[in-house]
C-alpha cells in the first residue's frame, strides 16, 4: 500500500526569470540507476479558502540540496507523477509565481534566494510548502499550501490638496526568501505608490515578504509644488506572514489600523493604533528618494549585515554575542519561533532571553569533509553562521531526547522540519565534523572517517528581545 506524506508548510514566494526548465532533470537523474527508479505521485492539496495560483511550481532536491528537478502542476485536479532513484529529498513548491515580480536563479539549491522585484510589494499572494522524504517504496505526497505573504491595504484623508503623489514605505520588510523556506529578514525597504480616489488616496491590497528583526515603521511620503514630506509611524509589533492588515488615518492625526476584518484563508485582522509623532515630519528635498531605511543605511551595499555575529568558540552555555530578533513573547524551550525548533532558552531579563535554535532542514548523507562549507552556506531566520553540536551538547541532546524522540519528531513535522534519523544507526556530525554521534541509545561519540557518510543538523546562538 502506497504511504502519504502529508507535508506542510509555511510560507510561498518565487517567480522565474530563469530557472531549470519546466520537467528538467539534472544527469545525475538520468545516470545507470534509471532501472532502480520508484515512481512517487504529487498531489496539491489546499482549502476552498486558500487562493492556490496555477502552476503550481515543484522543486525536488537530493540530500546535498542541489536540485534534481522541477515540474508544474497545472491544475487542482493534475497530480504530478515523476521517478527517483530511491534516496532523500526535499520538496519545495510555490504558488503564485511571476517572472516579473520575482527571480529565481538558473540552477537553484535549498539556498538559493527568491528575491523580489527591488522596492517593491507584489499585486497577488504567495504561497510556499515543503516536504522531507525518504523514498524506499511508491509514494504519494500531499502538497499543502499556506501564506508566506503579508496582505496590505492603505486608506488616507485629508491629504493636501496640492499633492502631486502619495506613496507609502514599509520598513522592514525582507527582500528574498530562500528555496529551503528562510525569509532574508534585511531591513528592506519596500514601496508602495497610492491613487487618488475622490478625498482619499488608497493602495492595496499588495503583498510584502515580512521581516521578524524589528518593530515596523510606515512612512508616508507626500510630493508637493514645495517639496516632498514624510511623516512616519511606528508599528510596535513585526508583520505577520498570512496576516492582512488595514491602514488606516488622516494626513494630520495620524494612522490607526482600525476594525476587525477577516480575508477567507488567512488571519484574523487586528487592531493597532499608530503614533506618527515617533519619528515626525520633515520635508525632503527633490532626488532624496534612494530606497534607504529609515535611519538612512542603503539597503544594497552588498555588505552581509550579520557578519559580525560569529559564533563563539566555546559554545558555552549560550553565546552572549548571538544574533538578535524581536518577538512579542520571549520564547522557551521547546516552543517553535517561526517554525524553527527551541532547543535551550535562557531568561536573561524580563525582555531577553538567549535560545540555541534547531535549523528546520539537515543534511543527508554527507561526507564529514564537505560539512564546514555546506552549513557555511546556511541561511535560517535571515542569519548566516550555523555550526554543528559540540561534544558537550551532542551528549546533552542525546540524554534528553533518547526516549522521547519520536515526539520530538512528530512535532518537528507539524512545523514543517527535517525530523531525526535514527532507524539505521545513523550518526551526526558535531566537534566541528571531526565527530559523529547517535542521537539515541547511550551516547556514543567516535572520530569520523573519511569515505563514511553523515547527517548533520544546525544550530545558532540568537537572542530574542521583547518589541
Not at 564537505?370 to 531566520?381: F, K, R
Request: charge should be negative; charged fraction near 20%.
Amino acid at each position: 500500500m502506497n504511504k502519504l506524506i502529508t507535508l506542510c508548510f509555511i510560507f510561498l514566494l518565487s517567480a522565474c526569470s530563469n530557472y531549470l526548465a519546466e520537467g528538467e532533470e539534472l544527469e545525475s537523474n538520468e545516470s545507470s540507476e534509471q532501472e532502480n527508479t520508484i515512481p512517487v505521485k504529487f498531489q496539491v492539496r489546499s482549502s476552498p479558502h486558500e487562493a492556490v495560483m496555477y502552476p503550481v511550481q515543484v522543486y525536488i532536491f537530493d540530500r546535498s540540496g542541489k536540485a534534481v528537478r522541477h515540474n508544474e502542476i497545472t491544475s487542482s485536479t493534475q497530480a504530478l507523477d515523476v521517478k527517483l532513484p530511491m534516496g532523500e529529498y526535499v520538496l519545495s513548491s510555490f504558488s503564485g509565481l511571476d517572472a516579473k515580480h520575482y527571480h529565481v536563479p538558473e540552477h537553484p539549491t535549498l539556498n538559493s534566494k527568491i528575491e523580489t522585484e527591488p522596492g517593491k510589494a507584489c499585486p497577488t499572494p504567495l504561497l510556499y510548502g515543503r516536504v522531507s522524504f525518504n523514498l524506499q517504496e511508491q509514494t504519494e505526497v500531499s502538497i499543502p499550501l499556506s501564506y508566506i505573504v503579508s496582505s496590505l491595504d492603505f486608506k488616507f484623508q485629508e491629504i493636501p490638496e496640492d499633492a502631486r503623489s502619495v506613496e507609502i514605505g514599509i520598513a522592514p520588510t525582507s527582500k528574498s526568501y530562500t528555496m529551503g523556506g528562510s525569509y532574508s529578514n534585511d531591513n528592506y525597504t519596500c514601496k508602495v505608490s497610492c491613487r487618488h480616489v475622490g478625498n482619499e488616496w488608497i493602495a492595496g491590497p499588495v503583498y510584502i515578504l515580512p521581516s521578524t528583526k524589528s518593530q515596523t515603521t510606515l512612512t508616508l511620503y507626500v510630493d508637493r509644488p514645495s517639496g516632498k514630506e514624510s511623516l512616519s509611524y511606528t508599528y510596535s509589533s513585526t508583520l505577520e506572514a498570512a496576516q492582512p492588515y488595514c491602514f488606516c488615518g488622516k494626513y494630520n492625526d495620524g494612522i490607526s489600523l482600525k476594525g476587525t476584518f477577516q480575508i477567507e484563508g488567512w488571519k484574523p485582522g487586528i487592531n493597532v493604533d499608530f503614533d506618527f509623532s515617533e519619528i515626525g515630519q520633515e520635508t525632503l528635498p527633490d532626488g532624496n528618494d534612494n530606497g534607504n531605511t529609515p535611519d538612512g543605511g542603503n539597503q544594497d551595499n552588498g555588505n552581509n549585515p550579520w557578519e559580525d555575529n560569529q559564533s563563539n568558540n566555546d559554545h558555552s552555555p549560550i553565546d552572549p554575542n548571538s544574533s538578535t530578533l524581536y518577538c512579542n513573547e520571549l520564547p522557551k524551550a521547546g516552543d517553535f519561533y517561526q517554525d524553527f525548533y527551541i532547543w535551550k532558552s535562557e531568561i536573561v531579563s524580563s525582555n531577553e532571553a538567549r535560545a540555541i535554535v534547531l535549523s528546520k532542514m539537515q543534511w543527508f548523507n554527507i561526507l564529514a569533509v564537505n560539512g564546514p562549507g555546506l552549513i557555511a552556506e546556511y541561511e535560517g531566520l535571515g542569519f548566516t553562521g550555523w555550526r554543528v553540536f559540540t561534544k558537550e551538547e551532542a551528549k546533552e541532546f542525546n540524554t534528553e531526547f533518547t526516549e522521547t524522540l519520536p515526539a520530538l519528531n512528530g512535532k518537528l513535522r507539524q512545523h514543517n522540519q527535517d525530523e531525526f534519523y535514527f532507524y539505521n544507526k545513523e550518526r551526526y556530525l558535531c566537534d566541528d565534523c571531526h565527530s559523529a554521534f547517535n542521537v539515541n541509545g547511550t551516547t556514543s561519540i567516535r572520530a569520523v572517517g573519511q569515505k563514511q557518510t553523515y547527517y548533520m543538523r544546525g544550530l545558532k546562538e540568537i537572542t530574542f528581545k521583547l518589541n
